[in-house]
């Protein structure tokens, strides 16, 4: 289904994902069709997210035999980080799959002149646990400069979180925003269902969707 750019950047290729961006791209697609197809696509991109996260082996009874099943590893602490407010849209599908998840909500918009991120909410402590036992999954339709990613990510290292184990996960990336965080962490890995041409005067993705925000909350004026 993926196509891999490098090893840390994973583009998904598949027709129901084309199918479904297609409806999401359209401007005429209301806010009802909008999300139902941003739905769908979450469970193939959550799919992908989720492939490097431990497991452990359990021992399961079928109705007929013992046998070994695999499951998301216990002992691990799993966090979901949609940024506000777009990234919101992922949070139910990926707290669907990952019910025994934690959910660190990070509050942050962009300064529409220097285009850097304004954070207002951030209630996340330090890691107390076994670091290489915590996994983070920041979850924001729109990687277009690539700021509040880097921020973000920043923060949950500064934090105590490893950079090998922080996924970043996007709908539409532009080639800048996947610079900005490729080349400033080697071991961040970017799951995204589409790679876009650029990003405008102000930093909008182009050809994307407009703004996502304003479509998932049906605030376009
Ligand atoms: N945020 C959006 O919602 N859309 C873009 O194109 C870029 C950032």
Redesign the pocket.
């Known amino acids: 289904m993926e196509a891999l750019i490098n090893k840390n950047v994973t583009v998904l290729n598949h027709p129901l994902i084309k199918h479904n961006l297609s409806i999401i791209r359209d401007k005429n697609s209301d806010t009802e069709k909008f999300k139902n197809a941003l739905k769908r696509i979450t469970y193939a991109l959550m799919y992908e997210a989720t492939s490097s996260l431990p497991t452990q082996k359990i021992t399961v009874e079928t109705p007929l035999m013992e046998t070994t099943c695999e499951v998301f590893d216990k002992e691990a602490q799993y966090i979901i980080a949609p940024i506000l407010r ?1 990234g919101l849209i992922f949070c139910e599908i990926a707290q669907e799959l990952l019910p025994f998840a934690n959910v660190h909500h990070i509050g942050m918009y ?1 300064d529409e002149k220097t285009l850097e991120p304004v954070w207002y909410y951030d209630k996340r402590k330090e890691i107390k646990k076994d670091k290489s036992k915590v996994f983070v999954l920041i979850l924001d ?2 990687l ?2 690539g700021n509040s990613a880097v921020d973000c990510i920043k923060n949950f290292i500064s934090k105590g979180v490893l950079e090998e184990n922080i996924i970043f996960m996007s709908l ?1 990336s ?1 080639p800048e925003g996947i610079e900005k965080v490729t080349s400033n962490f080697k071991n961040v890995k970017i799951i995204t269902s589409a790679l876009d041409e650029k ?1 405008n005067s102000k ?4 050809p ?8 998932i909350f049906n605030t376009v004026d």
């Open positions: 777009a962009r339709p729109m277009a400069t539409i532009s990003l930093g909008y993705i182009l994307g969707l407009g703004d996502a925000g304003d479509r």
